[in-house]
């Protein structure tokens, strides 16, 4: 959410929690942010190691490094899952580990097979044996054959484990795919031997029938039969109810995919790891599941204050008693799990960049000194051929760099950041990414076309950011490709930009599909349509697509600023417009709405879409109008809202007379800030 952004650029906070991402894009470019900290807390440190996130990861930590070094007091600490060798990163953070390897209560992690065979290994006293499950063998019997079999089978067994335990025993279970995650829960849900809730506790998920996705209705059977599911199909709030009701016991079975073992605090006291590969959505492919992931799952177990039991119980399903074999070697006896930095496998222009922002600026000769200075390096400096390679890559690379404008080298030999290079090494965009962005915004200026919020938002599309993210068009592809003309045909130059811009080696017509997709659908998100409307359009037949939506929609948002940015390196005397642009879409990407009901959520009273929304089409679409109604107790705003969404309403609008509530002109203004500090020189 960005409604606290002002107070954290404005140093005006005591704690403040961020997730890495949000913390990079205004601290960066903000040194007095990090002059103002005083403790730094780092959770889920062993991300550093992620592909994904383990770039910001790491370069936020060197920047509070490189800060201590300067002399600023900072404390650091940085909080890790359960690896075996921490890879010298107490050593880079001159940081005294604390380690604790027992647990209050003791887990008895199994592995089962088919049979209902399970070898089982006590964690406090390793203690090892074999046992037998009530209500096996499952059997394979009308399974279809293929890719799939083996996860069904896998379902069925966790299935039959459910049934047989307590129906009141809070339970953690698994699975890879949303599909197989949601088709359990209604499995157990159906049995009828669980305590469901009441359809007025049910009522607090609902805030309109058009607003309710076939996630959230499929959601409400599960919880009537006393289960739940956790995905990125479900809402924010609902995610957020889901955990409140399995934590306070509404709720005994939960079943989830592998990102609730990620940071939110659901213990149980058994926990079900359903499947040992995951769906990779970049390379639409399966992967095994790591070893540190499944230790945050099983670690769920059994955490004291939360399990009658004395112990905490996990099960790790196997298809068959050779696979059963192999998984116990592999992650219940297994050692030597090394946290290692992710930041080699940055393209090399990127990880110069990315020093470079860290700098502020630096001779090429010293660039390996500040690779160096980081996680990556520090694990690699008695490597004296690493040392050799990099030195003759981040020469090829710097001299593409300062080829393309991305970096100037000064008089002296320093090589600094142009503002399209600082654009990527802030923000994070990648170099090619940044490339394909300008291209695009070059051949739309070319066409005199508008910079407005559609074409940051089609040009956004073009990113290998957005490329990596799965869109699924196997059923609707050839309607995007075929109505493309028709939907941009008082904007063609969009069309074509989109058309010339790079897609890829492989199936270009797909990732172009795919691209028009996500315009499609966020076209309809940012004028406020109906959620039930916008999936029924999405052509999934009646699978959920309000992940889909959600992931386009923030990653985009992420991305906005940086393409902004971009554009604005194109066409300067127009920054200022880019800008408002930018910050307009950004709100909207991040609500679901129109622009009238736009200006209401950046009054950031705390109001959802479906409020706002309500609130526009009433009439109450200014800060002045929305003050009077509540001054009056105007009866449009009943009709709106609920009863204690009014009452919520009044309450946030009194807290805005302490100042805190911004304006949509000073909204504005950081967004200029936002795309260029001042003393930017184009």
Not at 224 to 253: P, Q
Not at 282 to 309: C, E, F, I, Q
């Amino acid at each position: 959410m960005s409604d606290d952004d002002d107070l954290i650029r404005g140093n005006n906070f005591h704690v403040a929690f961020l997730t890495y991402e949000k913390f990079a894009g205004l601290a960066f470019a903000r040194p007095h942010v990090f002059e103002a900290l005083g403790a730094v807390v780092f959770d889920e440190v062993h991300q550093i190691a992620d592909a994904e996130r383990g770039r910001v990861v790491e370069l936020i930590l060197a920047r509070v490094m490189a800060r201590r070094r300067m002399g600023q007091p900072l404390q650091v600490v940085a909080l890790c899952g359960p690896v075996d060798d921490l890879g010298g990163l107490e050593a880079w953070l001159q940081a005294a580990p604390v380690i604790e390897r027992r647990r209050p209560l003791p887990l008895v992690e199994a592995v089962v097979s088919p049979s209902g065979r399970y070898k089982y290994r006590n964690s406090e006293t390793g203690v090892t044996g074999e046992g037998h499950l009530s209500g096996f063998p499952v059997s394979a019997a009308g399974l279809d054959p293929g890719r799939k079999w083996a996860a069904g089978l896998r379902g069925r067994m966790a299935a039959a484990i459910l049934k047989a335990l307590s129906p009141n025993e809070p339970t953690l279970a698994f699975r890879a795919t949303r599909p197989d995650t949601r088709a359990l829960a209604r499995d157990i849900a159906a049995t009828g031997t669980r305590q469901g809730l009441s359809d007025a506790t049910l009522d607090l998920l609902r805030f309109t029938r058009a607003e309710d996705s076939r996630a959230a209705k499929q959601l409400r059977t599960c919880l009537r039969g006393g289960t739940a599911f956790h995905t990125r199909d479900l809402r924010r709030h609902e995610r957020e109810l889901v955990e409140r009701w399995f934590r306070d016991s509404s709720v005994s079975v939960l079943v989830a995919t592998t990102g609730l073992a990620m940071g939110v605090n659901t213990p149980a006291s058994t926990v079900i790891v359903v499947d040992h590969e995951w769906y990779h959505g970049k390379t639409r492919s399966m992967r095994p599941l790591g070893v540190l992931d499944y230790r945050n799952m099983v670690g769920r177990a059994g955490r004291l204050g939360h399990t009658v039991k004395e112990f905490g119980t996990s099960y790790l399903l196997a298809e068959d008693d050779a696979t059963a074999g192999r998984l116990w070697d592999e992650y219940l006896t297994a050692t030597g799990t090394r946290l290692s930095s992710g930041l080699g496998d940055l393209p090399v222009e990127d990880l110069v960049l990315a020093l470079l922002a860290l700098s502020g600026s630096a001779r090429e000769t010293d660039l390996l000194q500040s690779v160096v200075g980081t996680f990556y390096g520090f694990q690699r400096q008695g490597d004296a051929s690493w040392a050799g390679d990099t030195r003759a890559k981040f020469r090829v690379g710097v001299e593409e760099l300062l080829s393309d404008g991305f970096v100037t080298r000064q008089a002296d030999g320093t090589l600094t950041l142009n503002p399209l290079g600082r654009i990527c090494g802030w923000d994070g965009l990648r170099c090619s990414s940044a490339r394909r962005v300008l291209a695009a915004i070059r051949h739309l200026v070319a066409g005199n076309e508008r910079l407005d919020e559609m074409a940051l938002l089609v040009v956004t599309q073009v990113t290998e950011e957005l490329d990596d993210q799965w869109t699924p068009t196997y059923f609707d592809g050839e309607f995007y490709l075929r109505n493309a003309s028709d939907w941009f045909r008082e904007r063609p130059t969009l069309l074509e930009g989109l058309r010339t811009a790079e897609c890829g080696q492989e199936r270009p017509e797909r990732r172009l599909a795919e691209r028009l997709k996500r315009i499609w659908t966020l076209r309809r998100w940012v004028d406020g349509q109906p959620l039930d409307r916008i999936e029924a359009a999405y052509e999934q037949g009646e699978e959920p697509a309000t992940m889909y939506l959600q992931a386009a929609a923030e990653r985009t948002g992420d991305l906005l600023r940086a393409v902004a940015g971009v554009a604005a390196t194109v066409v300067p005397d127009r920054k200022d417009d880019i800008a408002k642009e930018m910050s307009s879409l950004r709100l909207r990407l991040e609500y679901g709405v129109d622009k009238a009901a736009g200006e209401l959520c950046a009054l950031a009273l705390g109001l959802t879409r479906h409020e706002a929304r309500q609130l526009a089409a009433a009439g109450v679409a200014t800060e002045r109008g929305l003050l009077d109604a509540v001054v009056a107790d105007d009866q449009r705003l009943h009709a709106a809202l609920s009863t204690p969404g009014v009452h919520r309403l009044k309450a946030a609008m009194q807290g805005a007379k302490t100042g805190r509530r911004r304006s949509r002109q000073s909204v504005q203004e950081q967004a200029l800030l936002d795309l260029f500090p001042e003393g930017t020189v184009f």
